[in-house]
């Protein structure tokens, strides 16, 4: 994929519609499609991004609302109560220049944080105050203790540093790489990202400094290495009380991360979820005009130097409208991603300029470091720690309501589509692309049925979705007898075997139209590791790949329509496991289908398909009853959960609408026709 993604970037200077697809591709020229397409999407974020802000005037105008987006692509927004942190100074020790306070607090209620507090010996008046977001470094005893020079400097030189260990290698543990190594996409459902519960904790880091008579909370800045760098990002970007910033080895734009394929090398906690299609910019602008300095490792393939450059040119803009130009700057250095002296240096000269009017330049001097235990918090594990399943707790979700008349639910059917467009489907293009389709008469047995063809078609610019399509050989289909009827088969990648597999379609051929339909990614040559990359890279520019597989279920029946000519009375959906949950999905958003076949559904979005932000607004037996009162045919019993469906057609008087069948056959009805 890698060098696919990295050769993309040649062709980003401009984008234009692809031409000259009208022609059939294999999977594998399909999957290269779709990684350039990602590609230009993600080159669109970034040069979309906070576009049309040209004074001050107007970024201050867009900028509550722009804020308000980005607390809430962190999982932030709402906010969480500010609980009492409960903190405990658990120990510490003395030495000539500083002491350490080993302390622990909750963030929330059994989300435990553990960190070192570094103070100067003595504190005369209060000091200003640096909080240390750590990188990712394992230990029983938190990643704290690597960092812990910085924090001897500080202390040193009059600081109060507050060293954070991180939710993944804390002293209480949680998970951090859910989609990159454990298929744990229902992240992208919640709207989690690891960031948000490692932003809330220095958000809550810094309320703890504030109860301390040693600090001057109107002097704090942040700073980290690596995740602790883009946790630097996002806690300065939500929390103004943070005076400056200094990110390490954590700068990236969505355009070079996804063309010079960087997503894969980066844990879950350094994205945000994309739902409004911000780009790190978006939380410079939000930082600006507090000083921000950007530190950055040219050898660092994480955080190639085309997107840490990019990002420092559009930030800039934005201080600049400021009259702020000094007050952001980059540095890079030509080691890998590392913590080294220079960066150190640049840092803290940054942070000494900007909290005390100091200048002096950065010496490291002799430090030594303590031993692990001396830094430890715990001596045993909290019996109410949350840690471990703060990723299944931290972002609230929706718990659908029963509803006791129609005119309360239609209100509610109309709130939740608009949610659902605005943050679930929010990347589904403005403009319809052409079809390109390309037609070839399949020659095989199933032509002794019904009008056979091999089809493919454009859903969007340079993606391809293709199949089978079968027509009835009567007057009808052109037009000259009743409408006909048409079935679309939505296939998953679990239904992609050989090509020859419709006998579950064997009672409807010859009857309906029947189009058999491949939508994006459910065909690649792709393993585990090369899909968690499809699909993390998706979710970076907007979307899931799920849900641009509910576009091309769209495009699909438009196809049906326009490029088929068919004059269509009934249109059925069949899906089996999640695809069926994508196709009811597909009914609630286009009232032309007219039946969803289901086999084997999922029971809620924690099982899957993947559709961002879905459980902060539903889950699939509310999704299923946007479709009411339109049929939903169940081809095995349905989960429990979906009486919650059945509540909702009993309201429109329409129960049976909800029914069980054996097979296609008498889901269609088709002895009846």
């Known amino acids: ?400 309501r029963r509803y006791s008349n129609l005119a309360a639910w239609k209100k509610r059917r109309a709130e939740l589509l608009g949610a659902m467009k605005d943050q679930v489907f929010r990347a589904f293009p403005k403009t319809r692309a052409p079809f390109d389709a390309w037609k070839s008469p399949e020659r095989g047995w199933a032509s002794r049925y019904a009008d056979a063809f091999n089809v493919e078609f454009t859903t969007e610019a340079g993606v391809r979705a293709g199949g089978q399509l079968f027509l009835r050989r009567t007057a009808a289909a052109a037009g000259d007898g009743p409408a006909p009827r048409a079935l679309i088969f939505i296939k998953g990648a679990a239904d992609v075997v050989y090509p020859i597999d419709y006998d579950p379609l064997l009672p409807v051929l010859g009857r309906q139209v029947v189009l058999v339909l491949k939508p994006r990614a459910v065909d690649y040559a792709a393993d585990n590791y090369k899909m968690a990359t499809l699909k993390r890279t998706a979710a970076l520019a907007g979307a899931t790949v799920e849900s641009m597989q509910v576009y091309d279920i769209l495009r699909a029946v438009d196809y049906l329509i326009e490029a088929e000519g068919l004059r269509l009375d009934v249109i059925s959906l069949y899906g089996r496991r999640e695809m069926g949950a994508l196709a009811l999905y597909a009914a609630a958003l286009d009232e032309r289908i007219t039946r969803v076949i289901l086999e084997d559904p999922p029971a809620s979005h924690w099982q899957g398909p993947a559709l961002l932000n879905i459980l902060r607004l539903t889950d699939l037996p509310e999704a299923a009853a946007l479709m009411a009162p339109r049929e939903i045919v169940a081809l095995t019993p349905l989960p429990g959960a979906y009486s919650y469906t059945s509540g909702v057609y009993a309201l429109y008087g329409k129960k049976e609408s909800i029914r069980q069948a054996r097979g296609l056959g008498e889901a269609l009805k088709v002895w009846e026709q």
């Open 1 to 400: 994929m890698s060098g696919r993604l990295r050769s993309s970037l040649l062709v980003l200077c401009c984008v234009v519609p692809l031409a000259g697809q009208n022609r059939s591709h294999t999977p594998a020229e399909r999957y290269r499609m779709f990684q350039d397409y990602l590609v230009r999407r993600a080159a669109e974020v970034t040069r979309n991004n906070l576009a049309g802000v040209t004074t001050l005037a107007e970024w201050q105008r867009r900028r509550p609302e722009v804020r308000r987006q980005m607390l809430y692509m962190l999982g932030l927004d709402p906010m969480p109560a500010r609980t009492p942190l409960r903190a405990r100074i658990t120990g510490g020790f003395e030495r000539d220049e500083h002491r350490v306070e080993n302390i622990v607090f909750e963030s929330m209620p059994g989300l435990y944080v553990t960190g070192n507090l570094y103070l100067p010996k003595k504190v005369e008046r209060p000091a200003p105050a640096v909080v240390y977001l750590s990188g990712h470094s394992p230990g029983p005893w938190g990643a704290k203790v690597q960092y812990q020079h910085h924090g001897i400097w500080l202390a040193r030189h009059g600081y109060a540093a507050f060293l954070l260990d991180t939710v993944e290698f804390g002293e209480v543990p949680g998970i951090h790489h859910g989609t990159h190594d454990l298929g744990m996409w229902h992240w992208l459902s919640l709207g989690y990202t690891p960031a948000a519960p490692e932003v809330w904790n220095a958000i809550r880091a810094l309320d703890y400094l504030e109860t301390r008579r040693e600090v001057d909370s109107r002097r704090v800045a942040v700073t980290g290495i690596s995740g602790g760098g883009a946790m630097t990002w996002y806690a300065a970007a939500v929390d103004e009380r943070f005076q400056a910033a200094a990110p390490v080895c954590a700068t990236w734009s969505v355009e070079h991360h996804a063309a010079l394929d960087a997503v894969h090398h980066n844990c879950d906690c350094i994205y945000f979820v994309n739902t409004f299609f911000g780009d790190l910019s978006t939380a410079g602008a939000l930082i600006a005009p507090r000083p921000l300095k950007m530190l950055s490792a040219r050898r660092d393939a994480s955080f190639p130097a085309a997107g840490y450059h990019d990002v420092y040119n559009r930030t800039r803009d934005v201080y600049a409208l400021y009259g702020a130009e000094e007050k952001v700057q980059e540095f890079d250095h030509d080691v890998g991603h590392s913590d080294v002296v220079p960066f150190r240096k640049e840092a803290y000269e940054w942070i000494n300029r900007w909290l005390k009017s100091d200048s002096t330049p950065y010496q490291e001097g002799e430090i030594r470091r303590e031993e692990p235990a001396a830094l430890t918090v715990l001596n045993r594990y909290p019996a109410d720690a949350l840690n471990e399943s703060i990723d299944r707790t931290f972002i609230p979700t929706h718990n659908p």
